[in-house]
Nanobody, 125 residues
Framework: QVQLVESGGGLVQAGGSLRLSCAASGRTFSSASMGWFRQAPGKEREFVAAVSWSGGNTYYADSVKGRFTISRDNAKNTVYLQMNSLKPEDTAVYYC??????????????????WGQGTQVTVSS
């Protein structure tokens, strides 16, 4: 069992930065792939970024590539999403998720076993 708690969301102006954190409980964190997803009002949940259990492989949605960075600290059971050059279209609830899978296809397409409750990110223009 893995429990995930996101933090770090808030209100920021366009062009600004935020760092989201996702603290995980459970002994399986260090062997799990981790991902970030987001859901804007009236839209479906979409993939943002994912990282392999070792941190050696990362994957990004085209819409955030070059602006967002996913990383993890297995000693702290935490995964991060550094978001720079934020745009109003980045406004959404951001969720972290843990997966026992490692294929990029699975991680990008939402094959996760555990999900957090989400944290709101609002980017004003």
């Amino acid at each position: 069992q893995v429990q995930l708690v996101e933090s770090g969301g808030g209100l920021v102006q366009a062009g600004g930065s935020l760092r989201l954190s996702c603290a995980a409980s459970g002994r399986t964190f260090s062997s799990a792939s981790m991902g970030w997803f987001r859901q804007a009002p009236g839209k479906e949940r979409e993939f943002v970024a994912a990282v392999s259990w070792s941190g050696g492989n990362t994957y990004y949605a085209d819409s955030v590539k070059g602006r967002f960075t996913i990383s993890r600290d297995n000693a702290k059971n935490t995964v991060y999403l550094q978001m720079n050059s934020l745009k109003p279209e980045d406004t959404a609830v951001y969720y972290c998720a843990a997966s026992s899978r490692s294929r990029s296809y699975d991680l990008i397409n939402g094959a996760y076993d555990y999900w957090g409750q989400g944290t709101q990110v609002t980017v004003s223009s």
